[in-house]
Nanobody, 123 residues
Framework: QVQLVESGGGLVQTGGSLRLSCGRS????????MAWFRQAPGKEREFVGAINTSGSSADYGDAVKGRFIISRDNAKNTMYLQMNSLKPEDTAVYYCALRPGGWTRSPEGYSYWGQGTQVTVSS
């Protein structure tokens, strides 16, 4: 069974930074495309970004492009989300997800999800 665990969320002021981590149990971490999504209260789950299996290429949602950076360390079975220049509208529960094959921006394309970590940006 695939288990994903996010960590690193918290409360930060506008303009601050946070780094989220997503760890996965199992030996085949490097076979999967990994992604971050977020969901604010009353809103649909939103694509934040995704990274390919090797970590050589990434895609970002328009709302975070230029501020957030996704990376992964396959030796540590961990993906990261470096969030800079945070805004109050970045407040949400952040989820990591994985899927075989290439990335998609649709949450329906991902089979496995973590439990989420709360990020709150105060104004």
């Amino acid at each position: 069974q695939v288990q994903l665990v996010e960590s690193g969320g918290g409360l930060v002021q506008t303009g601050g930074s946070l780094r989220l981590s997503c760890g996965r149990s199992g030996r085949t971490f490097s076979f999967y495309t990994m992604a971050w999504f977020r969901q604010a209260p009353g809103k649909e789950r939103e694509f934040v970004g995704a990274i390919n299996t090797s970590g050589s290429s990434a895609d970002y949602g328009d709302a975070v492009k230029g501020r957030f950076i996704i990376s992964r360390d396959n030796a540590k079975n961990t993906m990261y989300l470096q969030m800079n220049s945070l805004k109050p509208e970045d407040t949400a529960v952040y989820y990591c997800a994985l899927r075989p094959g290439g990335w998609t921006r649709s949450p329906e394309g991902y089979s496995y999800w973590g439990q989420g970590t709360q990020v709150t940006v105060s104004s």
